[in-house]
């Protein structure tokens, strides 16, 4: 820690690792406020209450007589509940949260900031991150086509650090004044109020159309990574140019990265739109169920860093949020990183009520001019003024966990009484005495500025297409087909010509054949030649793949066993140790949620294995991937059942993991009906993999197979 973050520390009080959860618990787990089963309920005024299910009325013993307004009781709980709701976010509306601690390596960042939260590794760093979609309501799905947002609160020792991001690294538009615009044009239509959790419509491609700076935001959120399979399987981007200031006074601009542990993996656009209706609350679920089954997601932190003096070395703006800083060009740093180990207590309180502002930053780091930052330090504040009301921060979930001592006084819903007189500075006491820099005041970098006084962007601001073209020419050919498939999906979605034939003449900007494929696709115009001529660069970095997993791992996946009456129990229970032992969570879906029976085993016995799901129950596009062990009987009541046969019909369409030993291989082969796949001629064969992600056996030894992975597990 610095002398000067120290001296200030001893004036106030000190601060642990640990505060936050402490400072929540303040709020949470008073035992005199704790549900229990005593005679707890009282009014908001703490008069226990002694009928809270009738309305006090004047009865004659026969008829009902009229209900009284004297029943301050009912009329209490009434009034709180009519006013249960506060306006939801005007953007990322629908969200979900968790806390947690971030941590960096070592000093290594302290070349280029004074921050001790990006310096200091004694450090663990209390956080709670809100995840969110942007266009829905809160109400709405969460596995639609959308930017998601990834924002972070810091309850650093100097104060809170919102870094408040996404996980696509730039943005659909430069300049703060053109956000109510972009926002107006994707969300539902002003007349009838559609569609909800989609961009597919009219208002958003017209705008996007018009505006090409959104080309290159466009790609990405048509991309897979539109649709994430999970908030644990995202990258994370501060989007925004900030800048570090170190020790010497030196500045820097800066990107901040998260990277996730898993990898970044996407649904499939099927699936996606399926699990909208199956179960739209896939992603906040799969967040909390992770965490409770002990696999807090984890990220790394990186940060990009340009010198001062390098701003214009670079063929793009680095204030430009339309724009990444290729990695080539400026690679990551990786400094610290980010896990997520507890669950909320209550929704509302915490991520309803959790307000982030841009503008919240600690000393050691600053903002740059980039023009859309600079807005949204405007509008953050200003939103949770209309959504929280003034005294926002008081907010437990909002409150640093450092002290926080100023003039401010009053207006609604202030909770903190101050002691003393004084309420202004300068005053006879000296009380509320600023803070010089060199004590850990936050001052501003001494930035020189020149300039003409006008609304204009500047050149490097121009460009729009450059990073569009990198960006799509970087993808795999896989990536590609569904980018086209996504674009084409939403532009059929528009009905007015207009629309899809101009939006198809921008893609001919980025893409000949990308323009050519969607117009013959949504009916818009076929260009016969390219708008621009493609670069031709590309990058690995800019791709999905690349940041796919590095080590292959089933930790934290929802795997399931498929089965019938009649299956092959010792596979059954070798395949569940050994899923355990690597760390995924296992599930059985059956016929019946119940007991699920074992070759030789009488149905009805309640000697089996209990299913925790049927077929209909919980979909395939639930999970990541399965397994049907074998069984004679076992495979032809499979093959009977028309359910268990689109279960895994869809899961091979949506390109799940699956695997199958013995007599399931054959019953696999005639549920996916695919000619020349080569599991289908090969049943007997261990061990084959093939290029759809199916494994087969014909035979194994899955007890001793258990019996090792079990002793890995135990540390043996
Ligand atoms: Fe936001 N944005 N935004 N935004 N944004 C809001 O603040 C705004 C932008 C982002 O989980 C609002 O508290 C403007 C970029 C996230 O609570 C509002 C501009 C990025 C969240 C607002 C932008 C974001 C918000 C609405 C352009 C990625 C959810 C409710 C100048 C880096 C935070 C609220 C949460 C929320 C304004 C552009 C991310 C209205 C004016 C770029 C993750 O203040």
């Known amino acids: 820690m610095s002398s000067a973050t120290s001296t200030v520390k001893q004036a106030f009080t000190s601060v642990t690792q640990t505060a936050k959860v402490a400072d929540l618990q303040r709020d949470t787990i008073d035992p005199s406020v704790k549900p229990s089963s005593g005679y707890t309920h009282t009014t908001d005024h703490g008069v226990p209450i002694s009928d809270t299910d009738n309305w006090l009325k004047v009865q004659d013993g026969v008829s009902t007589g009229p209900s009284l307004l004297e029943d301050q009781i009912s009329r209490e709980k009434i009034h709180r509940f009519d006013h249960e709701r506060i306006p939801e976010r005007v953007v990322h509306a629908r969200g979900a949260g968790a806390h947690g601690y971030f941590k960096v390596y070592d000093d290594k960042a302290s070349k280029y900031t004074s921050a001790p939260v990006l310096t200091d590794s004694s450090r663990e760093t209390p956080v709670f991150v809100r995840f969110s979609t942007v266009q829905g309501s809160r109400g709405s799905a969460d596995t639609v086509r959308d930017v998601r947002g990834f924002a972070v609160k810091f309850y650093t020792e100097e104060g809170n650090w919102d870094l408040v991001g996404n996980d696509i690294p730039v943005f659909f538009i430069q300049d703060a004044i053109k956000f109510p615009d972009v926002i107006h044009a994707v969300k539902p239509e002003p007349q009838n109020e559609v569609p909800q959790g989609q961009s597919a419509h009219n208002n958003f491609w017209d705008f996007v159309g018009l505006q090409p700076e ?115 060009l400026v690679p990551l740093e990786v400094i610290g990183e980010m896990v997520l180990n507890r669950t909320v207590d209550e929704f509302f309180p915490e991520v309803e009520q959790v307000a982030f502002c841009t503008s919240h930053i600690v000393p050691g780091i600053g903002f740059s001019d980039d023009p859309l930052l600079q807005g949204r330090n405007f509008s953050y504040f200003d939103t949770q003024i209309t959504r929280l009301g003034v005294n926002w921060e008081e907010l437990p979930i909002n409150r640093p966990v450092c002290p926080v001592l100023n003039t401010h006084r009053d207006g609604a819903m202030r909770h903190k009484i101050t002691s003393g007189e004084i309420n202004y500075w300068p005053n006879r006491k000296e009380h509320y005495k600023p803070v010089p820099p060199d004590q850990g005041g936050y001052h501003e970098y001494p930035q020189k ?268």
């Open 214 to 328: 959104s080309a290159h935001m466009v790609m990405w959120v048509m991309s897979d990574r539109g649709i994430p399979r999970s908030f644990r399987m995202m990258q994370g981007f501060g989007v925004n140019t900030y800048t570090l200031v170190n020790g010497e006074g030196e500045r820097f601009f800066v990107k901040f990265h998260w990277l996730p542990e898993l990898g970044v993996h996407s649904l499939v656009w099927d699936e996606a739109l399926k699990i909208c209706g199956q179960d739209p609350d896939f992603h906040r679920k799969d967040l909390e169920e992770a965490i409770k089954n002990g696999a807090p997601p984890k990220w790394q932190f990186a940060i990009q860093t340009i010198p001062e003096a390098r701003e214009h070395d670079f063929d793009f703006d680095i204030l430009d949020a339309t724009k990444v800083w290729p990695e080539e």
């Open 449 to 716: 500025v020149s300039g003409i006084k006008q609304r204009l962007r500047a050149p490097k601001f121009q460009e729009h297409y450059n990073q569009a073209q990198l960006f799509y020419n970087s993808l795999q050919p896989y990536e590609k087909s569904h980018l086209i498939s996504a674009i084409s999906f939403e532009l059929s979605h528009c009905d007015d010509p207009v629309v899809y034939e101009t939006y198809t003449q921008v893609l001919n900007n980025i893409d000949f054949d990308l323009a050519k494929q969607v117009a013959i696709n949504v009916g818009g115009v076929v260009p016969d030649k390219s708008a621009r001529p493609n670069h031709g660069k590309s990058t690995p970095t800019l791709s999905q793949l690349y940041y796919a997993t590095k080590e292959p791992t089933v930790k934290s996946r929802r795997i399931t066993v498929l089965l019938a009456d009649g299956f092959n129990i010792e596979q059954v229970e070798g395949i569940r140790v050994a899923l355990k032992a690597g760390g995924a969570t296992t599930w059985i879906i059956g016929p019946r949620r119940g007991y699920v029976y074992p070759a030789g085993e009488q149905v009805g016995t309640g000697k089996g294995l209990w299913a925790d799901h049927h077929y209909e129950g919980q979909r395939s596009t639930l999970f990541d991937a399965f397994i049907i062990p074998g069984g004679k009987d076992h495979a032809q009541k499979l093959a009977d059942n028309g359910r268990a046969i689109h279960w895994v019909r869809e899961a091979f369409g949506h390109c799940k993991a699956i695997g199958a030993i013995g007599e399931a291989v054959a019953f696999l082969r005639e549920a996916v009906i695919l000619p020349g796949v080569d599991f289908a001629t090969n049943p007997n064969s261990d061990d084959v993999v093939n290029s759809y992600g199916v494994v087969t056996v014909g035979t194994v030894d899955l007890a001793s197979f258990a019996a090792d992975a079990f002793k890995i597990a135990q540390g043996q």
